[in-house]
Every structure is written in structure tokens, then in C-alpha cells.
T-cell receptor
Framework: EAGVAQSPRYKIIEKRQSVAFWCNPI?????LYWYQQILGQGPKLLIQ??????VDDSQLPKDRFSAERLKGVDSTLKIQPAKLEDSAVYLC????WGAGYTFGSGTRLTVV | DQQVKQNSPSLSVQEGRISILNCDYT??????FLWYKKYPAEGPTFLIS?????DKNEDGRFTVFLNKSAKHLSLHIVPSQPGDSAVYFC????????????FGQGTTLQVKP
């Protein structure tokens, strides 16, 4: 079974620039999550999709972050404009009923 | 509001000895708890879990204990091996049961040969 694919692995941008991350979940997994992990902290949920609908985006900074999951498969997370405090690892995970989470390797974002 | 806390940022143990990682939570509505292991440049991988109806779950060298009255859980690794060196995250399932996980800050375990 292929895992959760994320790209890019690393990204360095200047503040106020925009950036996008891509996630391809495990085939058949209806639920997709984006987590933000700041250095020294645990992952924090940004947004959760069930198929292509949003279940929870209560901690997504909507003035600068956006996410979509077209056709209930791949997902993209965008930040525009980026701030220094957005430097973190962005983890995508997917799950299905009765199965646990599978995380991708993450995208490490550095905002300078 | 940190609902799940791991108060020890790091732990160092000798190979073959027991490693004990601790986790405290504040929300009594949490009903499922998990431990994840994370190596550098990789995503967290599931290690072991426990339901709130149990007080112990064992899987090979890994045992998780849950003390609901104290809102405390711990992960025991016996015997510890150098390959166990990683960051360990405690997580709790949110009461809404949407699948959302609340993570602690993590504990870095170093097992010395």
C-alpha cells in the first residue's frame, strides 16, 4: 500500500510571499487532515476534510491560509502572504473508517 | 489551552533498561489515547493506543497505562533499544469523535548503547 505523498519536502520563502503544499492520501481514505507542527510543539490540526467537504477548520488562520480537496482525493494547502511564524512542518494525514491515521513525511517550510 | 501535556522534553536511558514516557491531559471527555513515534524528516508513525475503558494495553516491548482518575498515561518500553531513539508524541481523540487528535509537545528519547 502506497503511503501518503507530500510535496515539496522543503521550501524556503521570504515573508509576504505565497506558498502551496500538495498531498495525495492513501487510495480510498475518505478523511484527510492537515496539521502544522512548529518546532518544539506537537502537531496542531489546521483543517479536516471528509471526502471533499470540510469537517473542521476552526484553527485555520483563514485570513492567510486556504485549503481545498477537489474530487475528494488530492489536497492543497496555501499560505498567502506568509509570515515568519508560519515556519513549521506541514503534515498531511489520511484515514478511513476503522483504520488509524497514516501521516506523510511532511513539508518543512522556512519563512525568512 | 494545552489539553495534552508532555512535561519532559527529553529522556535518556541505557540500552536494555526501561523507558517511561509520561503524558497528562485535562479534558475528561477524551476517550481514546495514542502514542506516535517520529524520526527526523519523517511523519509520525502509530505505535500503540488505549481506549478509556481499559487501563493497560500491551504490544510487544511497548505497554501503555492509563490512569483516568489522575488524567495520566504513560508509555513503557522494555527493553529499550537504540533504534527506539526518536520523538514520542502522546495524542488524545477529541470528544467530538471527528477523528481530530490533540497532541502533546513530544518527548525526545535517546537510548544509549
Amino acid at each position: 500500500e502506497a503511503g501518503v505523498a507530500q510535496s515539496p519536502r522543503y521550501k524556503i520563502i521570504e515573508k509576504r510571499q505565497s506558498v502551496a503544499f500538495w498531498c495525495n492520501p492513501i487510495s480510498g481514505h475518505a478523511t484527510l487532515y492537515w496539521y502544522q507542527q512548529i518546532l518544539g510543539q506537537g502537531p496542531k490540526l489546521l483543517i479536516q476534510f471528509q471526502n471533499n467537504g470540510v469537517v473542521d477548520d476552526s484553527q485555520l488562520p483563514k485570513d492567510r491560509f486556504s485549503a481545498e480537496r477537489l474530487k475528494g482525493v488530492d489536497s492543497t494547502l496555501k499560505i498567502q502572504p506568509a509570515k515568519l511564524e508560519d515556519s513549521a512542518v506541514y503534515l498531511c494525514a489520511s484515514s478511513s473508517w476503522g483504520a488509524g491515521y497514516t501521516f506523510g513525511s511532511g513539508t518543512r517550510l522556512t519563512v525568512v | 489551552d494545552q489539553q495534552v501535556k508532555q512535561n519532559s522534553p527529553s529522556l535518556s536511558v541505557q540500552e536494555g533498561r526501561i523507558s517511561i514516557l509520561n503524558c497528562d491531559y485535562t479534558n475528561s471527555m477524551f476517550d481514546y489515547f495514542l502514542w506516535y513515534k517520529k524520526y527526523p524528516a519523517e511523519g509520525p508513525t502509530f505505535l500503540i493506543s488505549i481506549s478509556s475503558i481499559k487501563d493497560k494495553n500491551e504490544d510487544g516491548r511497548f505497554t501503555v497505562f492509563l490512569n483516568k482518575s489522575a488524567k495520566h498515561l504513560s508509555l513503557h518500553i522494555v527493553p529499550s533499544q537504540p533504534g527506539d531513539s526518536a520523538v514520542y508524541f502522546c495524542a488524545a481523540s477529541a470528544p467530538s469523535n471527528t477523528g481530530k487528535l490533540i497532541f502533546g509537545q513530544g518527548t525526545t528519547l535517546q537510548v544509549k548503547p
